[in-house]
């Protein structure tokens, strides 16, 4: 069979081989010009092959007499993001009802080949040949995703389009970018200048896992321009991938409260962004102005961002600076609110009606449930599956992303050698093991889980090469999870995965063996918070106390 990651629904494979040369042609329905585009520029980069498209209803003309064809073709009746494929000794046909199964499929056809079709030019004499396969494939999930967070540790534009790109060959369809927090504020707001300029900087980080440890004494920062979040969004849409942006509320809010006082609780606003890792009481006040200021921020986000869901964070927040407040006290009785968990359902809510004003959708982490959910929200349901059976069952869509799973900066085995080892042990194995779906709801509870989404949170992910160790191959396993209908089978898929490492190889990235971290991996004098199974489970039933 081919080794194709995700594996399809239905393959086949028969005799012979179709060979790519210099004189192939691409051809294709003007619908599907933005896939063949991006099959042009890998096939050219990797094979140095320049390979002409023609178009349908123009005067270039389609392929005549022997030259090897890759055509892309409409067809109207296949699922938003389905496929076929089938290839010839003369020919490679693609079909799809919409570009993003235009994508998938040349995603798909790009695995036929030797896996150096992934390197960025040719080297030495490959031969470019594909088996002969009939293909047909279609997601389980519209929603097949990975969060980066952009804050604890900033990563340039340059390590966005990077890792679009390897979103791009896993099929996944939506990249999370989570773009503030206590650390930093990493998009330009032009109206609050001060968000980037004070908030997009903090003077150190903490090194060890607890309050009081060493820190490193450097100074950390970045942020996106809006031509910087421009460029990201487009190049991620010419790849079929859906950029969704993260705005924290009310809590995680200490980079903005540094920059403008004035959205802070109380008098003694911090002076720059968090410097520690954890929970921070530092939440945004309950004012209107502070209502206003968010619904600005909002705005702007808005404009910068297509998404149909703009994410208002939501977890962790503290409540000790409102209960402490006076002013917040009595602002609560203005509001009639009687408790602060119903303050933030409160906030949540109006920010929701915001957005929803300006036809988007709010999506929050599970933490949005506790004091009741405004009609039309959507969950992140990340501590455990307690967040995905409340909220589906209330009828709210949700995005499963459980930590006991699909954390992928979670430590991957109990090594000593693992680099900076963080949360619980999550194998490869149990990665693949991911079902967004709680096998407690019925089908039409079901129907409102979109999906699912790895997270890749940077507390301990200073680096590109940092953060392909954590995320692959865990990820190729979650897209698969997320991808592939029906029974899987990790012995089936470890195989498959093998041939996949050669292609991430070509591609660059410096995924963790399984033989371990290497020798550069492990960073002395640094250490993550480490869980037990046992403790992680203590925890979790806490919060299904407080949900259900
Ligand atoms: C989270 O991990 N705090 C969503």
Known sequence: MPTLLPRPQTSTISPGEFALSPDARLSTHPDLLEPVLRL?????????????????????????????????????????????????????????????????????????????????SPVGDTRWTAPLVQVDDEPKFPWRGAMLDVVRHFAPTRDVLRFIDLLAMHRLNTLHLHLTDDQGWRVEITRYPRLTEVGGWRPETQLGAAHGSAADGRPHGGFYTQDDIREIVAYAAARGITVVPEIELPGHAQAAVAAYPELGVGHAAPTTPWTLWGVNPVIFNVEESTIDFLCGVLDEVIELFPSEYICIGGDECPKVQWVEDERTQERMREL?????????????????????????????????????????????????????????????????????????????????????????????????????????????????????????????????????????????????????????????????????????????????????????????????????????????????????
């Open 40 to 120: 042009q520029e890998r096939l050219r980069a990797s094979t140095g092959f320049v390979l002409p498209i023609s178009v349908d209803g123009t005067d270039v003309p389609d392929t005549e007499g022997d030259a090897p064809r890759i055509r892309f073709d409409v067809d109207a009746t296949l699922a938003p993001e389905g496929f076929t494929l089938e290839t010839t000794r003369r020919s490679a046909m693609l079909t799809a009802s919409t570009p993003r199964g235009g994508h998938w499929a040349a995603q798909a056809l790009l695995q036929l080949f030797p896996a150096a079709v992934h390197r960025r």
């Open 336 to 548: 009639g609110v009687h408790d602060e968990e119903e303050l933030q359902s409160w906030f949540v809510g109006r920010i929701g009606q915001h957005l929803a004003s300006r036809g988007r959708k709010l999506l929050g982490w599970d933490e949005i449930l506790e004091g009741g959910l405004a009609d039309g929200a959507s969950v992140l349901s990340w501590r455990g599956r307690v967040g995905a059976l409340g909220a589906a069952r209330a009828g709210h869509d949700v995005v499963a992303c459980p930590e006991d799973t699909v954390y992928l900066d979670y430590r991957e085995s109990d090594l000593a050698t693992e680099p900076i080892p963080t949360g619980t042990v999550t194998t490869l194995e149990k990665a693949y093991s991911f079902d967004p779906v709680p096998a407690e709801l019925d089908a039409d509870e079901a129907r409102h889980v979109l999906g699912g989404q790895a997270n890749l949170w940077t507390e301990h992910i200073d680096s590109m090469r940092v953060l392909d160790y954590r995320a692959f191959p865990r990820l190729a396993a979650v897209a698969e999870a997320l991808w592939t209908r029906g029974e899987r089978d990790y012995a089936e898929f470890a195989p498959r995965l093998t041939a996949h490492l050669a292609r991430l190889d070509a591609a660059g990235v410096e995924y963790r063996r399984a033989d371990g971290p290497r020798p550069w991996q492990e960073r002395p004098g640094v250490s993550g918070r480490t869980r037990s199974v046992e403790e992680a489970a203590a925890h979790l039933a806490r919060i299904t106390a407080n949900i259900s």
